[in-house]
């Protein structure tokens, strides 16, 4: 009698997943008109992002069901992060799509320059990040996945180790650079415990020196000029990518103030307070 009471119940189970998944998986579909407003503003940030306030963009072509291309009035170059970055930042803003596959293609030879994937099953592929892309005549080719549809046949393998719990940790493996010289000059800033040489991006405690990036350089030069005053998430994004040409997004500051936060956190007296809504401030009590 257990077995056909088990039996019984996984067939009911089985039946409220399915009739479950395949309501959560009813996805609205997106008017065509707001997906050419968002894109068409997309390849806009993009000229402006390569100082180009003059050019237009031209009308955005539907490829096929699920792919959209943008092309331009005149040649022009930029910085492959300045894509990648306003993509997502576009995306987001207007929920437009989670997943998708973005090819810049040259417009005679007709052949990809660059791509990426923002996969949310797959993980995310951004190559050839920092490259420069010399002027020339590009087209965006944007194809929007959709999320696959759910099929019953799958659920069957999923139910057999429900009742496992399975676990998976990652490694974070983290590289500490040292740099073994050691820099004899007057020309630091004191912050806390800590000797910040600027000039050689370097962090130094009697014990111990600690290389910094180029980009944590700038920003903790921001911060030690702004002691006890909050550094706005705008003044950063401008001052450490965009005045360079690199278009980021905010989560681009909290992951570089994260960095920063490591690699300070031998000293209790100094801290990285997050103001809602404006940026950082940094602290040294």
């Known amino acids: ?106 417009c005679k030879p007709n052949e990809t320059v660059f791509a990426f994937e923002i996969n949310s099953q797959t993980g995310d592929l951004t190559p050839c990040r920092g490259r420069t892309l010399e002027v020339g005549c590009y087209v965006i080719e944007i194809e929007l996945l959709k ?20 676990f998976y940790m990652k490694d974070k493996f983290r590289k500490k650079e040292e740099r073994e010289s050691i820099v004899d000059n007057d020309d630091y800033i004191q912050l806390g415990s800590f000797k910040f040489y600027a000039d050689n991006n370097v962090l130094k405690t009697d014990n111990n020196t600690i290389t910094l990036s180029e980009k944590e350089t700038k920003a903790l030069q921001l911060f030690a000029k702004n002691i006890n005053q909050v550094v706005e998430r705008e003044k950063l994004m ?24 490591k690699k300070l956190s031998d000293d209790n007296s100094i801290k990285f307070i997050n103001v809602h809504g404006r940026g950082y401030k940094f602290v040294i009590e």
């Open 147 to 166: 999320k696959t549809k759910f099929k019953p046949f799958w659920l069957l393998l999923l139910i057999i180790p429900l009742g496992f719990v399975g």
């Open 1 to 106: 009698m257990k077995p056909f009471i088990l039996f019984g119940s996984s067939i009911i189970l089985l039946v409220i997943l399915i009739f479950a998944f395949a309501f959560i998986n009813k996805e609205n579909e997106i008017p065509e008109k707001h997906i050419e407003v968002v894109l068409r503003d997309l390849g806009h940030q993009l000229l402006l992002s390569a100082k180009d306030s003059s050019s237009r963009v031209m009308p955005v072509k539907k490829l096929n069901e699920t792919t959209y291309q943008i092309s331009f009035q005149n040649d022009f170059g930029f910085i492959s992060d300045s894509l990648i970055n306003l993509v997502q930042r576009t995306f987001e803003k207007n929920a437009l799509a989670n997943d998708y596959i973005v090819n810049l293609r040259n």
């Open 238 to 261: 401008k001052e450490i990518w965009e005045d360079e040409g690199v278009v980021v997004i905010s989560r681009n500051v909290d992951v570089l103030v994260s960095k920063l936060r």
